[in-house]
Structure formats: structure tokens, C-alpha cells
């Protein structure tokens, strides 16, 4: 559900950056003057690359002629909370704009907003929690994470809709645009929001503490370690990026199949100083334009393998070290 620039007018994505750059700012603020539990700055490196990776392998859906990745935003909060989910996420988002060009640059405020606020901030608070918290089970956990998966995917979805509205994209008109798009993401969404279940599962049968830390935002144990999940969790991210994007399916993914559908064309074009500025620095940076090298025409797997090791590579570093510099901020800020 990555939006391109082409999507959108520079008023919306202007608005839309300040609206994703305040609710960014506000996470950062509430971890420092509240609190971010220390054994999880790791895990927020870890997590956003395993999200990064998980990204990169879209699946079929069947009868439609689409496919669809996870968005990961409701995992990130239950495991992390909904403030270092955001702040994991939108690292991803930006590390994939940046340096893939999957994602265009004055899209980047949307994009926080429809795959990373709807689910860490709104889906989790108002979905996850109050079912969760009828008690930590296996069955409980998997009804959270579909509902809430699926409803944070519905709100982003229609938020797309919405935003490319406003934008005045008349090759997209707001019925026949909706009608594809709210039904292919209820597809997309169940099926993350079984695989979000069996990831939630699997930490709740090691490490219990870190589920129940996350609805009731506490720390973890002085006890507690992540030696079982995060070295867990860099096994799938290498499998994902490294072996499973291989397979990914080649089909369109939702938002761009439906706007294929109505529009006959995933290539809108779009003319102005703003798209032209923006194009170029995203052109300037890209290190793997598409997941693959520039002088090549189409992907290997090769050339995929190593985006997905590459971009969980940088993952880890900034997510983590944004993690670790709002502790020490903190830490810094208490003790004296």
C-alpha cells in the first residue's frame, strides 16, 4: 500500500507529511519523558527489519490477479507498544523511499500514516487492546490480531482513497476506486492477520512478559532476556529477505491493481516543480532502485537477496540506534 507521488497533489502530501511528522514527534516525545524499556531497544532493530523483509514477499491473492505483504503495524505494537512501533515503522518507510524508491518522497507522510498511524496507533488502541485484555491466550491473541489487523488495513486503505481524492487524481474516482480497494486489502488483511497471530503466538509461548509488557506498558523483568526471540527473529528476517523474496509473487500488489483496474495504467503521470524535486532526490539516494541494481533490466535473485540483507542491514542500525538515543535522552534527562 505504498503510495507514489504521481497519487497525490503537493498540498495533501504537504499536509499529510506535518500531520505523520506530528504524531512521529509526539512518539518521540511520550518514550522520553515516559519511558522505553531498555531490553526492547533491540528488539525494535530486529523488528523492523524482519518487517522490512516481510514486506518484500507478497503473496497471491487467489482469484484476483493481486497480491499483497504484510504492513506489520499491529505485530510492531504488541510486541513493542504503539509508540516504538510507530517510530520502527516509519524508519522502514523511510529507509524503503530513500534508498529502494519503493514509496515516493512526497508520499512519505501518507504512507506513515495509512500503514504505520491507522495500525500502531488506532487499530492497537482500539481494537487489539480491548480484546486482549479479556485475557492472554492463544485464542484471544489470534481474534486481536485479525480484527485489528484487518481493521488498520481498512482505515489505510480508504485513507488512500481519500488522499488521492482530495489530490483531484480524476483517473481514480472515489467509487469505482474504493470498490476495489476495500475489498482486496479485507483479503490482504486476513491472511497478515493469521500470520501476525502465529508470530504473536510463538513469543507468547516464550517469552509471555513481552506481550503483557507491551498492553500494559510496563518493563520488562530485570530477569528477562530476548536471547531466544531476537536471534529467532534474525533467522526469519535472513529467510525472508534473503530466500522467501525469491518466491514473492510477481503479480500487482493491492493498491496497484486496483489502480490498474480503473485507471489502465499503474503509471500515472504527474507534471510540476514539486514531483521533479522530489524525483530527483529519491533518484540521487537510491542505492537498489526497485530491490535490484540500477544497470539491470528487471530483478535476480541475486540482486534481491542482497537488497533484502542490505535493507534489514540499515534497519537494524537506525531503528535501533534512534531506540537507544531516546534512552540515553532520557536516562540523561532524569539523572540530572
Known amino acids: 500500500m505504498h503510495m507514489t507521488d504521481a497519487m497525490l497533489s503537493p498540498a495533501v502530501g504537504g499536509i499529510m507529511m506535518i500531520a505523520s511528522t506530528r504524531a512521529v514527534g509526539h ?33 497471491t491473492i487467489p482469484g484476483t490477479g493481486s497480491s499483497g505483504h504484510i504492513g506489520g503495524g499491529i505485530l510492531l505494537a504488541a510486541l513493542l507498544g504503539p509508540f516504538p512501533a510507530l517510530l520502527t515503522l ?24 495509512n500503514i504505520g498511524i491507522c495500525s500502531c496507533l488506532l487499530a492497537y488502541q482500539f ?30 486503505a480508504f485513507c488512500v482513497v481519500m488522499e488521492v481524492v482530495a489530490s483531484g487524481v480524476t483517473e481514480l474516482p472515489f467509487g469505482a476506486f474504493a470498490l476495489l480497494m476495500q475489498p482486496i486489502h479485507l483479503a490482504i488483511g486476513i491472511i497478515e492477520g493469521l500470520v501476525t497471530a502465529a508470530v504473536l503466538c510463538y513469543v507468547h509461548g516464550v517469552h509471555p512478559e513481552i506481550l503483557d ?23 526469519m528476517t535472513v529467510l525472508a529477505g534473503a530466500v522467501m523474496s525469491q518466491f514473492a509473487s510477481v503479480l500487482p500488489d493491492g493498491l496497484e491493481w486496483s489502480v490498474e483496474t480503473v485507471a489502465g495504467t499503474v503509471e500515472l503521470e504527474r507534471e510540476g516543480t514539486a514531483y521533479d524535486v522530489m524525483g530527483e532526490a529519491v533518484d540521487a539516494l537510491a542505492i537498489m532502485p526497485g530491490y535490484t541494481f540500477s544497470d539491470e533490466d528487471g530483478g535476480s535473485g541475486r540482486s534481491t537477496a542482497l537488497a533484502g540483507i542490505v535493507g534489514s542491514a540499515i534497519t537494524i542500525v537506525l531503528a535501533g540506534g534512534i ?13 540530572g
Open 323 to 335: 531506540g537507544f538515543m531516546i534512552h540515553a535522552t532520557r536516562k540523561k534527562t532524569h539523572t
Open 127 to 156: 481494537f487489539y487492546k480491548p480484546i486482549i485484555r479479556r485475557g492472554m491466550n492463544k485464542r484471544n491473541i489470534t481474534a486481536a490480531a485479525v480484527v485489528s489487523v484487518v481493521l488498520g488495513l481498512q482505515m489505510g
Open 27 to 59: 512518539s518521540v516525545k511520550k518514550l522520553t519523558g515516559d519511558h522505553l524499556d531498555e531490553k526492547k531497544i533491540p528488539l525494535m532493530g530486529v523488528m523492523g527489519a524482519f518487517i522490512f523483509a516481510g514486506q518484500m514477499v507478497n503473496f
Open 90 to 113: 516509519s524508519v522502514v518507510l523511510l529507509i524503503q523511499c530513500l534508498f529502494f524508491a519503493d514509496g515516493g518522497l512526497l508520499a512519505y507522510g501518507c504512507n506513515v500514516f
Open 213 to 235: 509488557g507491551s498492553v500494559g506498558n510496563s518493563d520488562l523483568n530485570t530477569g528477562i532476556t530476548m536471547k531466544k526471540v531476537v536471534p529467532a527473529f534474525l533467522v
